[in-house]
């Protein structure tokens, strides 16, 4: 439709197809006015006013949709154009060569207006098509007694195409013609009026991937599992494991393709949360009816042998995503130095991520992904055996903290929060690296219960913690990855000495980049002691002590 015209739907009903509501609204308007079609149009057959196709693009996460925008690609005569949508204004960027039905990293997009506007959003994720509609429309004009267009009505039948083409309801909208405004809302009146006609308040956008079985913001690599405070501890436990289980299946389709790197992040996430869960309430898991404590370890080996795997890709895709960030801040040597490093980089990317392919293609992989949904899902859906928590508790196997997800919950966060705690104040100015990163590992796990049981929180008081532990986080993880990083480069340059693929003035240049992660990872180490008493002084404790008292019981 027009931007800006409020139009309407011809769904049909009480028998009647949207052809037939379509049918209506024109003896309607015929009764009032002279009904002709365009010139160069036929009324019903579908075969004058223009045929659009529009597809629809975003990430897989859907941040477009997430962030309240809509961005479609219309085909024209010369290439198309971009539409990026936010409310009611509409930015249009003109693109030649484009074609929709592929997936586009942001540097695929020419420069201009659209691709201003969401480069800080979408990137590193590649925009996909996520429907495609095609759209017939046959435009009427209205006329007076005086043989005058007062208004035009114009009649869209939008359809999904594929092997079996969905056809969604036809829409309709009146248009104005200076000054005939009167004419034109009794034209509109008519048409609202009509049986089996309704404004039309949902896009075409959303009734296409509703048609096509999508739901928009399908995907999400939160872990938002569905956990009440009551539930059973080992439902709980299993409920969560599944949705991170879910998110691994999601994206394994993604890291074949190699659509974008964040398929393979979200995977590697999910996996490390896996093995951070098992850790923290696998033993949950286990008991009369669930897993053997051979069985838990086995699984928490195989996700362990899973993260391992995607490790390498994983931090050569981080080199090559900063690349060109970490070139530009080069001084002494010039971006171009860095370039023999950058092909170097990416021939190693290619070998190691066939190497992940392979293994994620395996038997072990399949059957490990396999099995550990059988298991959880029957340990779900198992029926409550009316045990109490007490009972619980004494049991020589199966030593859940307690028979609710809300004792779980508050005793193994509080016994993480309690280690973030114990290991920051040991640490001194002349602590090792190591201890800054076991208190890393320490803040992650906590960071992840609190993910976990973040249904059983009060939002305002979690929100609080989470932030503080986050800056905490911050920090800890730069003085980590810039040392990680470090080491990293030193043995990829004696890799290329090794190779014979490394000129002098691009070993130079690594130097350079070494020297400012160290400066970096100095920076890190001295804020840390603001960063840990903000989370863990008195205060930090209180607010632990807040947020853990609705959930234990």
Same mark, same amino acid.
């Given at each position: 439709?027009?931007?800006?015209?409020?139009?309407? =739907?011809?769904?049909?009903?009480?028998?009647?197809?949207?052809?037939?509501?379509?049918?209506?609204?024109?003896?309607?308007? *015929?009764?009032?006015?002279?009904?002709?079609?365009?010139?160069?149009?036929?009324?019903?057959?579908?075969?004058?006013?223009?045929?659009?196709?529009?597809?629809?693009?975003?990430?897989?996460?859907?941040?477009?949709?997430?962030?309240?925008?809509?961005?479609?690609?219309?085909?024209?005569?010369?290439?198309?154009?971009?539409?990026?949508?936010?409310?009611?204004?509409?930015?249009?960027?003109?693109?030649?060569?484009?074609?929709?039905?592929?997936?586009?990293?942001?540097?695929?997009?020419?420069?201009?207006?659209?691709?201003?506007? =969401?480069?800080?959003?979408?990137?590193?994720?590649?925009?996909?098509?996520?429907?495609?509609?095609?759209?017939?429309?046959?435009?009427?004009?209205?006329?007076?007694?005086?043989?005058?267009?007062?208004?035009?009505?114009?009649?869209?039948?939008?359809?999904?195409?594929?092997?079996?083409?969905?056809?969604?309801?036809?829409?309709?909208?009146?248009?104005?013609?200076?000054?005939?405004?009167?004419?034109?809302?009794?034209?509109?009146?008519?048409?609202?009026?009509?049986?089996?006609?309704?404004?039309?308040?949902?896009?075409?956008?959303?009734?296409?991937?509703?048609?096509?079985?999508?739901?928009?913001?399908?995907?999400?690599?939160? =872990?938002?599992?569905?956990?009440?405070?009551?539930?059973?501890?080992?439902?709980?436990?299993?409920?969560?494991?599944?949705?991170?289980?879910?998110?691994?299946?999601?994206?394994?389709?993604?890291?074949?393709?190699?659509?974008? /790197?964040?398929?393979?992040?979200?995977?590697?996430?999910?996996?490390?949360?896996?093995?951070?869960?098992?850790?923290?309430?696998?033993?949950?898991? /286990?008991?009369?009816?669930?897993?053997?404590?051979?069985?838990?370890?086995?699984?928490?080996?195989?996700?362990?042998?899973?993260?391992?795997?995607?490790?390498?890709?994983?931090?050569?895709?981080?080199?090559? &995503?900063?690349?060109?960030?970490? *070139?530009?801040?080069?001084?002494?040597?010039?971006?171009?130095?860095?370039?023999?490093?950058?092909?170097?980089?990416?021939?190693?990317?290619?070998?190691?991520?066939?190497?992940?392919?392979?293994?994620?293609?395996?038997?072990?992989?399949?059957?490990?992904?396999?099995?550990?949904?059988?298991?959880?899902?029957?340990?779900?859906?198992?029926?409550?055996?009316?045990?109490?928590?007490?009972?619980?508790?004494?049991?020589?196997?199966?030593?859940? *903290?307690?028979?609710?997800?809300?004792?779980?919950?508050?005793?193994?966060?509080?016994?993480?929060?309690?280690?973030?705690?114990?290991?920051?104040?040991?640490?001194?100015?002349?602590?090792?690296?190591?201890?800054?990163?076991? &208190?890393?590992?320490?803040?992650?796990?906590?960071?992840?219960?609190?993910?976990?049981?973040?249904?059983?929180?009060?939002?305002?008081?979690?929100?609080?913690?989470?932030?503080?532990?986050?800056?905490?986080?911050?920090?800890?993880?730069?003085?980590?990855?810039?040392?990680?990083? =470090?080491?990293?480069?030193? *043995? &990829?340059?004696?890799?290329?000495?090794?190779?014979?693929?490394?000129?002098?003035?691009?070993?130079?240049?690594?130097?350079?980049?070494?020297?400012?992660?160290?400066?970096?990872?100095?920076?890190?180490?001295?804020?840390?002691?603001?960063?840990?008493?903000?989370?863990?002084?008195?205060?930090?404790?209180?607010?632990?002590?807040?947020?853990?008292?609705?959930?234990?019981?």
């Amino acid at each position: 439709m027009t931007p800006g015209l409020a139009g309407f =739907i011809a769904s049909g009903d009480d028998g009647q197809t949207g052809d037939d509501a379509v049918a209506g609204v024109l003896a309607s308007l *015929a009764a009032e006015f002279t009904v002709r079609p365009e010139h160069g149009s036929r009324p019903g057959s579908r075969t004058d006013g223009g045929t659009r196709r529009l597809t629809w693009l975003d990430t897989f996460d859907w941040r477009l949709y997430r962030a309240g925008l809509s961005l479609e690609f219309a085909t024209a005569r010369r290439g198309g154009e971009l539409r990026l949508t936010a409310g009611d204004v509409v930015t249009a960027q003109p693109v030649t060569g484009f074609q929709p039905s592929r997936p586009h990293l942001l540097g695929d997009l020419p420069d201009g207006p659209v691709a201003d506007r =969401i480069a800080g959003l979408v990137a590193p994720r590649a925009l996909l098509p996520m429907v495609t509609v095609t759209t017939v429309a046959t435009a009427y004009r209205l006329l007076n007694s005086d043989d005058k267009t007062v208004a035009r009505l114009v009649v869209e039948h939008p359809s999904v195409p594929g092997a079996e083409p969905r056809p969604l309801p036809p829409r309709l909208a009146v248009t104005e013609v200076r000054g005939y405004q009167t004419e034109a809302r009794r034209a509109s009146r008519l048409v609202g009026s009509g049986p089996g006609i309704a404004p039309a308040t949902e896009p075409v956008f959303a009734a296409a991937l509703r048609a096509g079985g999508h739901s928009p913001a399908g995907y999400s690599n939160k =872990i938002d599992a569905a956990i009440t405070d009551t539930m059973p501890a080992p439902r709980a436990a299993a409920t969560i494991l599944l949705r991170l289980l879910d998110t691994v299946d999601a994206n394994v389709t993604g890291v074949f393709a190699d659509t974008d /790197t964040e398929f393979l992040h979200d995977l590697r996430v999910s996996v490390r949360r896996t093995r951070s869960a098992l850790k923290l309430f696998g033993d949950a898991l /286990t008991g009369r009816k669930g897993l053997t404590a051979d069985e838990l370890a086995f699984f928490a080996a195989e996700f362990k042998w899973v993260g391992d795997m995607t490790t390498p890709t994983r931090d050569l895709d981080v080199h090559l &995503l900063d690349f060109e960030l970490t *070139a530009a801040t080069l001084a002494a040597a010039k971006p171009d130095d860095l370039e023999p490093f950058r092909v170097f980089l990416e021939q190693r990317r290619r070998r190691e991520f066939r190497a992940l392919t392979r293994g994620l293609r395996s038997q072990r992989f399949t059957t490990l992904t396999r099995d550990w949904r059988t298991r959880l899902t029957a340990l779900q859906q198992a029926p409550v055996n009316g045990k109490t928590a007490a009972t619980v508790r004494s049991g020589s196997s199966g030593k859940a *903290a307690g028979e609710t997800a809300g004792s779980l919950a508050a005793e193994r966060t509080r016994a993480a929060f309690e280690k973030v705690v114990k290991r920051g104040v040991a640490i001194t100015p002349d602590s090792p690296a190591e201890s800054l990163h076991d &208190l890393r590992k320490r803040a992650k796990e906590l960071r992840y219960a609190l993910e976990f049981f973040a249904p059983l929180y009060d939002p305002a008081v979690s929100g609080k913690v989470v932030g503080d532990l986050k800056r905490l986080q911050d920090v800890l993880g730069e003085f980590q990855d810039t040392e990680v990083q =470090i080491g990293e480069i030193r *043995a &990829l340059a004696a890799a290329m000495l090794a190779a014979g693929e490394a000129p002098a003035v691009t070993l130079l240049a690594m130097g350079e980049v070494t020297a400012g992660l160290a400066a970096r990872q100095r920076a890190a180490r001295a804020g840390f002691e603001r960063r840990f008493s903000a989370f863990a002084d008195i205060d930090g404790q209180r607010r632990m002590a807040l947020l853990l008292r609705g959930t234990a019981g």
